[in-house]
């Protein structure tokens, strides 16, 4: 990731992988809790991949079996600097800002999650399109315990993705949903030992690259656009997949591959 005289990132380790850009929250310290350092630096992440689409993947911490230490995705927001925090801001919404900018990149994210994902740290998972953990993945919003709530996407996101029901045992009552939990819900579309988790993220970006990648821009959009906005949104952006070069080059090695 071209930083052209930016500062060196501090609270996340980030490698570029040409088709893909893969994040690692760091501050092991504290579980990867979510500080104002780190919400700056995801927003210079979402610049560049807003700038130069890829894919992105963010994790966590892996565990250390030769230590015994285990994974973890994130704690939360950081309750030290959360503490402090008064009226405007919250109204500044420091973290829904940057978890829905994350959400809507032009390109697929994908949240890898071992051990803890808790408050922001559940949070900013909802804002990926897939989400990869391990059983021993714990996810909740425990805010209410702390006298505030989940404002940074879960009272709507979490609806969405496993209903109502669900979602109010996690923010209403404090649920914590373990691995193996979130896939029956189907917040984790898959759910695979730490050590798979590499290969497993590995795959789905695999797949997700070998599709053309405006085709893959434009669905997503498309995908989040409001139930009004269809079918004319859907017309339009199929108007403009016709009229592109990749169109004509898959679909003819596809009938070339057919009639061999």
Same mark, same amino acid.
């Given at each position: 990731?071209? %930083?052209?005289?930016?500062?060196? /990132?501090?609270?996340?380790?980030?490698?570029?992988?040409?088709?893909?850009?893969?994040?690692?929250?760091?501050?092991?310290? #504290?579980?990867?809790?979510?500080?104002?350092?780190?919400?700056?630096?995801? @927003?210079?992440?979402?610049?560049?991949?807003?700038?130069?689409?890829?894919?992105?993947?963010?994790? =966590?911490?892996?565990?250390?079996?030769?230590?015994?230490?285990?994974? #973890? /995705?994130? %704690?939360?927001?950081?309750?030290?600097?959360?503490?402090?925090?008064?009226?405007?801001?919250?109204?500044?919404?420091?973290?829904?800002?940057? /978890?829905?900018?994350?959400?809507?990149?032009?390109?697929?994210?994908?949240?890898?999650?071992?051990?803890?994902?808790?408050?922001? =740290?559940?949070?900013?998972?909802?804002?990926?399109?897939?989400?990869?953990?391990?059983?021993?993945?714990?996810?909740?919003?425990?805010?209410? =315990?702390?006298?505030?709530?989940?404002?940074?996407?879960?009272?709507?996101?979490?609806?969405? $993705? #496993?209903?109502?029901?669900?979602?109010?045992?996690?923010? @209403?009552?404090?649920?914590?949903?373990?691995? !193996?939990?979130?896939?029956?819900?189907?917040? $984790?579309?898959?759910?695979?030992?730490?050590?798979?988790? #590499?290969?497993?993220?590995?795959?789905?970006?695999?797949?997700?690259?070998?599709?053309?990648?405006?085709?893959?821009?434009? %669905?997503?959009?498309?995908?989040?656009?409001?139930?009004?906005?269809?079918?004319?949104?859907?017309?339009?952006?199929?108007?403009? $997949?016709? !009229?592109?070069?990749?169109?004509?080059?898959?679909?003819?090695?596809?009938?070339?591959?057919?009639?061999?």
């Amino acid at each position: 990731m071209a %930083s052209r005289g930016a500062p060196p /990132f501090s609270t996340l380790r980030v490698t570029d992988r040409d088709d893909h850009l893969e994040v690692r929250l760091h501050r092991p310290a #504290v579980r990867n809790a979510i500080d104002q350092a780190m919400v700056d630096e995801l @927003l210079r992440v979402c610049a560049e991949l807003e700038a130069r689409p890829r894919i992105l993947v963010i994790a =966590g911490t892996p565990g250390d079996p030769a230590t015994g230490a285990r994974g #973890v /995705f994130a %704690s939360g927001a950081d309750i030290a600097q959360l503490r402090e925090r008064r009226r405007d801001d919250a109204l500044a919404g420091i973290n829904s800002g940057v /978890f829905d900018r994350i959400a809507k990149l032009p390109m697929p994210v994908i949240a890898v999650l071992d051990g803890h994902a808790l408050g922001g =740290g559940a949070e900013l998972a909802y804002a990926a399109d897939f989400r990869i953990g391990t059983p021993e993945v714990r996810l909740g919003n425990p805010e209410t =315990g702390l006298g505030i709530m989940a404002a940074a996407g879960a009272t709507w996101r979490l609806k969405e $993705l #496993v209903g109502e029901s669900v979602a109010k045992q996690i923010i @209403l009552a404090g649920r914590v949903l373990s691995g !193996e939990e979130c896939l029956a819900v189907g917040l $984790l579309s898959e759910l695979r030992p730490a050590a798979e988790l #590499v290969a497993a993220t590995s795959a789905l970006v695999a797949r997700i690259a070998a599709q053309d990648p405006l085709a893959v821009r434009l %669905s997503k959009s498309v995908f989040h656009t409001p139930r009004e906005a269809h079918p004319v949104i859907d017309t339009l952006a199929q108007a403009v $997949l016709f !009229e592109s070069e990749a169109k004509f080059e898959r679909m003819q090695a596809f009938l070339d591959r057919k009639s061999k």
